[in-house]
């Protein structure tokens, strides 16, 4: 019971404070220009706001959820790389020395060798081209022409 009065004298003070600014509103502008034109102008902010964020927003959003999952992706991927490089151990000896070769300096000399030996693969070219003039259908106006044209009359 306390509550319905409590909410009731809420509402009796709620509306006649409105009705106080009604009165006011209606002394300032007795036609509603102003109103109106205050609250089409409000909806219509409104409503480029949210067309802003609805044409742009989504693409932004969009954008950036792939260049993270994009970015995770890459991480997961390192870290199994590394991991499955923390795992190996590939000893390799040098047949000379008989000293025990890191990863890095073997991946270092197989690079060494597949560049040297892509380098080798190429022959001698002199860099001169030669151009012959050839005839096509499309140097000679007299090909691009049929030789008996049709006629209609």
Same mark, same amino acid.
């Given at each position: 019971m306390k509550k319905l009065t409590m909410i009731s004298m809420m509402l =009796?003070?709620?509306?006649? +404070?409105?009705?106080?600014?009604?009165?006011?509103?209606?002394?300032?502008?007795?036609?509603?220009w102003k109103m109106a034109i205050l609250s089409m102008g409000v909806v219509f902010v +409104?409503? *480029?706001?949210?067309?802003?964020?609805? #044409?742009?927003?989504?693409?932004?959003?969009?954008? =950036?959820? *792939? $260049?993270? #999952? #994009? =970015?995770? %992706? $890459?991480?997961k991927q390192y870290e199994a790389i590394t991991e499955q490089r923390s795992k190996r151990e590939i000893k390799v000896t040098d047949a000379n020395t008989g000293e025990?070769?890191?990863?890095? !300096? *073997?991946? +270092?000399a197989?690079?060494?060798?597949?560049? *040297? %030996?892509?380098?080798?693969? %190429?022959?001698? !070219?002199?860099d001169v081209l030669t151009l012959m003039p050839g005839t096509s259908s499309w140097t000679g106006a007299g090909q691009n022409q049929k030789r008996y044209p049709v006629r209609k009359f």
């Amino acid at each position: 019971m306390k509550k319905l009065t409590m909410i009731s004298m809420m509402l =009796l003070t709620v509306a006649s +404070a409105m009705a106080s600014n009604a009165d006011n509103m209606q002394e300032q502008d007795p036609f509603g220009w102003k109103m109106a034109i205050l609250s089409m102008g409000v909806v219509f902010v +409104a409503l *480029l706001i949210l067309f802003i964020c609805f #044409k742009y927003g989504y693409t932004a959003v969009v954008a =950036l959820c *792939l $260049r993270l #999952k #994009k =970015l995770f %992706h $890459r991480q997961k991927q390192y870290e199994a790389i590394t991991e499955q490089r923390s795992k190996r151990e590939i000893k390799v000896t040098d047949a000379n020395t008989g000293e025990t070769v890191n990863d890095d !300096e *073997l991946a +270092a000399a197989i690079g060494v060798a597949l560049f *040297l %030996h892509a380098d080798g693969m %190429h022959d001698a !070219e002199s860099d001169v081209l030669t151009l012959m003039p050839g005839t096509s259908s499309w140097t000679g106006a007299g090909q691009n022409q049929k030789r008996y044209p049709v006629r209609k009359f």
